[in-house]
């Protein structure tokens, strides 16, 4: 059966294509942020994943405002990236893990999970941009999108998306398959981007968040919606990606590496990756 090897989660701001496009990755301002990502590309190289499973929000390149749904797994041969109006270079297409995703899409309906299963599905920048920061050169694994809502109301709860995880870390293990799958949750961490909070970071929260996924991976479901609005700003709600994350890697984790960095255009930056001890 298929092993998953780890998770990795970090933040996707557009900026940071930008910064990746101009050569920036050595200037002051991003250099402790893009250094993070060093330790972690050493890991990779050692375990050689085969799949990625990238649980990501899509901010309205695929999805919009009129049709959202909850949950949404991506079922194409490819996934192509289009232009999102930020200015950043459009990526090649990324070949998918078809007989992965149809796996995973049916445990979830037997699981009762209501998705919404996309045969064509264009990928923005939250799914693009933390595969350009693992593998820099050209990304050498298949994928799987799952996509949640973090933008339109009501969004999942943070208990529903950790029993999502569980269940996709289920479906992986079950996967009739000798390949390595690595697991990703991209967003966050605390930053809000309008309103009279918009600059909102919440620093001690963030670090909290990030180690209980090491030691106590369930801590943060026990906040509603508007809590964590409030604790991490409107758009710091995708840690939801996080938490769905960590609860795909079944049992004990090693903590390969940690980062943190404030302020990425007025976002908490955070990254971690999780080796699984099962």
């Known amino acids: 059966m298929a092993r998953i090897v780890g998770g990795l989660t970090t933040s996707h701001v557009p900026a940071i294509g930008g910064a990746i496009a101009k050569g920036l990755q050595g200037e002051p301002y991003w250099k ?3 250094d993070g990502f060093l330790p972690v590309r050493e890991w990779l190289a050692d375990v050689k994943p085969d799949v990625a499973v990238v649980f990501y929000n899509d ?3 695929n ?3 009129d049709k959202m749904p909850t949950f949404a797994v991506g079922a194409a041969p490819e996934y192509r990236n289009a232009d999102e109006g930020w200015g950043i270079p459009t990526l090649p297409p990324f ?4 007989d992965l ?3 995973v899409i049916e445990h979830l309906i037997a699981r009762e999970f209501d998705i919404t299963t996309c045969q064509e599905m264009l990928v923005d920048h939250a799914f693009t941009l933390p595969l350009k920061l693992f593998w820099p050169e050209a990304c050498p694994v298949t994928v799987v999108p799952v996509c949640i809502n973090t933008v339109q109301f009501p969004l999942p709860s943070a208990r529903r998306c950790y029993a999502l995880g569980q269940a996709v870390g ?3 293990a079950s996967w009739n398959s000798d390949k390595k799958v690595v697991v990703i949750g991209t967003g966050g961490l605390s930053h809000q981007l309008d309103g009279e909070r918009a600059g ?6 963030d670090l909290k968040f990030m180690d209980s996924l090491v030691h106590d991976p369930e801590w943060a479901t026990q906040f509603s919606i508007h809590e964590l609005v409030e604790k991490t700003g409107t758009q710091g709600v995708e840690l939801l990606m996080w938490l769905a994350t960590r609860g795909a890697v079944p049992g004990a984790v090693r903590k390969v590496h940690t980062n943190y960095h404030i302020p990425i255009s007025n976002t908490a930056a955070g990254m971690m990756a999780l ?4």
């Open 275 to 278: 080796e699984s001890l099962a």
């Open 170 to 172: 289920e479906a992986i």
């Open 59 to 61: 901010h309205g390149l």
């Open 200 to 205: 909102f970071i919440n620093k001690p929260f």
């Open 63 to 65: 999805f919009f405002l």
């Open 101 to 103: 995703s149809w796996h």
């Open 95 to 98: 070949t998918g893990q078809v």
């Open 32 to 34: 402790p942020f893009f």
